[in-house]
C-alpha cells in the first residue's frame, strides 16, 4: 500500500553509492512507520578517482550533498547517515540559510575533530535540527565539545529486521569457530584475533567469512595459523548457514573512537550465536557481558584467547548465551521499534517546526 497523500516527505542521503541504496518506500526502519512516509533515497556517486578523493582525502563527501541541497526543497526533511554527508550539508544549509530540517544519523561520532576541525564541525552541527547517535557514549563527546547539540541529540539503538532460523533455538553449534567480516584492519583487528587463536589453533578450526585472505597488512605481520580457514564474501543465506553452524562468532575490532559493529553483532545474536567482541563504543550497548556475549579488552590478545577458551569448554554457556541474545534482538533490537523511535522522533520535529 502507497503512503498517504499528506505523508511527510523524506530525502535520506546514504553514505554509500546510490546503486547499493536499495528500495525507497521499504527501506529499513522507515518501512515500520505506522504513518508511512513518502521515502526518497539519494547516496553517493561512483566517480572514480573523484570519489576516492571524497572518502579518502577529504573524509567528507561534496557532490551528494551539493545535491541533495537542491533536491531539498521539495522535502518536508532530509536524513543524511553519516556525518561524511550530513556536515557538508549542514554547512550548505546554514551558508544559504536552507530552512528544510536536517536530521543526522551520526555513525561516527562526527569523526571526533579537534582543533580547527572542530570549530568548522561546531559551526555546521549547529544547523542540525535532530542528531540520532546508536551508543550511548557518543553522548559524552558531544557534551564535553559540542554542549549545545546534546539536548538536539537522541540516542536509538539500531534494530534488524526478522532472518528466520533454519535450526532451532538452543541447538549448540558442532563447527568452526566463526569470525566475521570482509573488512580491513580499520574495522577488524585481525592481527589480535590470529595471536589469541594460534594456541588453540589445533582444538578447533577457525573460519574467517567473506574474505580470501589476510595480507601482511592487514594482519600485521602476524602469521596465520594453518587452521585457519577463509571463505569469500557470499550471499546472506549462505552467511546465516555459516553464523548457525559455528561454536559461537568473534568480532575483533580496532581500537577506534567510532560506533562500530552493532549490525554484525546484531545478526548473529539473531541467528541464536554468542558473541565474543571487542569492548567498544557501539557494541557494548548491545552486548550484555556474560549474558549474550563476552566482551574483551581492545588489542587484549590474552583476554580474546581467554573469552575463547571458556566457550570452547562449556557448550552449556555458549548455547545459553546465544539463547540470550535472540531474545534480545526479538524484544528490543528490532527494526519495528528502531522504526517507531524514528517516527516518535520525527513528529516531536515536525511539531517544534510547526507541521
Known sequence: MPPPVDAPRILFLANWPLRDAGQGGAYAFFSQWE?????????????????????????FYLLAPLVAWFRSFAYDVVVAYSSQVGLPLAMMFRLTGRRTPLVVFDVETLGRPAGNRLALVHFAARRFDRLVYASRRQLDFYREHLGDLADRARYIPIGIGAYPKRRPLGEPGTGPILASGHHGKAFR?????????APIASRTPLLVAGREGLGEDDRDGVPIPP???????????????????????????????????????LFCMAMGKSVIATRMMGVEDYV???????????????????AMERL?????????????????????????????AWEEMMDDLFKDRGR
Do not use: C
Open 288 to 306: 550484555e557481558d556474560g549474558e549474550t556475549g563476552l566482551l574483551v579488552p581492545p588489542g587484549d590478545a590474552d583476554a580474546l584467547r581467554a
Open 35 to 59: 504513518r508511512r512516509p513518502r521515502l526518497s533515497l539519494m547516496g553517493t556517486f561512483a566517480l572514480g578517482a573523484w570519489t576516492r578523493f571524497e572518502r579518502f582525502r577529504l573524509r
Open 189 to 197: 583487528d585481525w592481527a589480535t584475533l590470529l595471536r589469541a587463536y
Open 227 to 265: 587452521e585457519v580457514r577463509f571463505v569469500p564474501f557470499m550471499p546472506a543465506d549462505k552467511y546465516q548457514d555459516l553464523v548457525e553452524d559455528a561454536r559461537f562468532v568473534v568480532i575483533p575490532l580496532p581500537d577506534r573512537q567510532h560506533s562500530l559493529g552493532q549490525l554484525s553483532v
Open 312 to 340: 570452547l569448554g562449556d557448550t552449556e554457556l555458549a548455547t545459553r548465551m546465544g539463547v540470550r541474545g535472540f531474545e534480545r534482538v526479538r524484544d528490543i533490537f528490532n527494526d519495528r521499534r528502531m522504526g517507531r
